[in-house]
């Protein structure tokens, strides 16, 4: 038994703002789609941070690049040139098809940057708003990418910003009767993650593309939880061939390190002039060399390959498994982001799962929510998809038969 064992989750209780729901877990390392914790207890992934560690955990090129440049230089600020800044913005700008990319620290942050273009960019035009989002989606937790999504993350913090509005996805007459010259911009996520694993319709993309075209509009898509080989394409606007205007990426960016970015056409990028936005940290060396490292492994070990090879296998097996099941609604996946939504709520299935060893997750109640490393092996997707049908299996069992199954 471990000397530490609930040390740090006192610490913690005691001492960290009262903010998250956690599991009873203390994880102390990472390699691959596995972790461990205090006790030597080793998990399989299939979370992987909420989309962070597509390159498995504390993959030997990404510590490397880490632990080289934190002797080198760790910041500078954005007075300064340096050479990792330089290197990624090259790297990420040709890796997504986008011109230019601004570099922050988290995705909402990204969201933020892409927020301001999208209004200066109302403003020089003379439109009277809205910007538009899609219902269900998730932006991050700032009061504007709050304002764009879900109320149940702005209803306590209200009055919310004003000039936001929001249509159904996949639903092309609701987005045709919404947009007109006054829209500034469309935010949509091509998959939404938090709204459960819900695909944007390729038909739906387009018509995004056209009526934004049509009407001045930016189409703005945030890859930050399907970008960066996820989906089976390095991003995921690669599948339908719609390129928007602004793309913000983060979560898998830096390997597991905090960056994020904005990328941007030429046109989208010019918008924004000196002194318009900036940050202190963003884009810095450390941050910068580690985002380098991680792509040149999504590119290199070629993961967008990876993750459509293996998603289409852990899919089709999801969906032979479960035919005739009345506890799955539906299997959905592009890639390693994969959704199996049940007839009941999931999180007692995240609790059975993660007794047998796997970390899951619930996205909109009900969705079963995939999102191992992409670098998992055949053997971890076999272990994931028998513990996960198992455990819904067990739980499913249970609904209707006790009172807290139901809750
Ligand atoms: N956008 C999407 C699609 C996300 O899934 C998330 C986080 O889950 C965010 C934005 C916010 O990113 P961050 O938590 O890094 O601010």
Redesign the pocket.
């Known amino acids: 038994m471990s000397k530490t064992k609930g040390m740090f989750q006192k610490m913690e209780n005691d001492h960290h703002f009262d903010i998250y729901k956690r599991y009873s877990l203390t994880l102390v390392k990472g390699s691959g789609s596995l972790v461990w914790d205090e006790q030597g207890n080793e998990y399989l992934d299939a979370l992987a941070g ?2 962070v560690n597509n390159v498995g955990h504390c993959h030997p090129k990404v510590t490397e690049a880490i632990r080289e440049q934190a002797g080198k230089l760790i910041h500078i600020s954005n007075l300064y040139y340096s050479e990792p800044q330089s290197r990624l913005a090259e790297l990420l700008t040709g890796m997504s098809g986008m011109d230019r990319a601004f570099f922050c620290n ?4 990204a ?1 933020e940057a892409a927020l301001k273009i999208a209004r200066k960019h109302g403003n020089l035009k003379g439109k009277k708003g809205p910007i538009l989002s899609m219902d269900n989606c ?4 700032t009061f504007g ?1 709050i304002a764009m999504g879900k109320a149940k993350y702005s209803k306590s913090f209200e009055p919310m910003p004003s000039g936001f509005d929001r249509v159904p996805v996949n639903d092309l007459n609701a987005l045709e009767s919404a947009m007109n010259e006054d829209t500034i911009a469309l935010f949509l ?1 091509p998959i939404l ?2 709204g459960g694993v819900v695909p944007v319709d390729t038909a739906y993309l387009k018509k995004a593309r056209e009526l934004c075209d049509k009407y001045e509009a930016l189409l703005i898509f ?1 890859e ?2 399907c970008g960066l080989g996820r989906t089976g394409a390095v991003y995921a606007w690669m599948h339908s061939g719609v390129k928007p205007d602004i793309l913000t990426t ?2 898998a960016l830096g390997g597991g390190f905090p960056i ?1 970015a904005t990328l941007a056409t030429e046109a989208a990028a010019s918008i924004l002039s000196h002194g318009e936005h900036g940050t202190t940290y963003g884009g810095n060396p450390l941050a910068c060399a580690a985002a380098v490292a991680a792509l040149n492994v999504i590119r290199d070990e070629d993961l967008a390959g990876q993750a459509r090879i293996k998603g289409e296998y852990m899919v089709k097996e999801l969906r032979e498994r479960t035919e005739g099941w009345d506890t799955v609604k539906e299997v959905r996946g592009t890639g390693l982001m994969i959704g199996v939504e049940l007839t009941f709520k999931g999180a007692p299935v995240v609790e059975k799962m993660l007794e047998k060893g796997v970390l899951s997750n619930c996205a909109s109640d009900t969705v079963m929510r995939l999102l191992p490393p992409l670098v998992i092996r055949q053997e971890e997707m076999d272990r994931l998809l028998d513990v996960l049908l198992d455990s819904i299996r067990e739980c499913g069992s249970l609904v209707g038969e006790t009172p807290q199954a139901e809750q």
Do not use: L, P
């Open positions: 909420i989309a988290s995705g909402a942050e969201n998730f932006h991050g937790r990418t996520e993650g938090e945030d930050i939880q983060a979560k994020g």
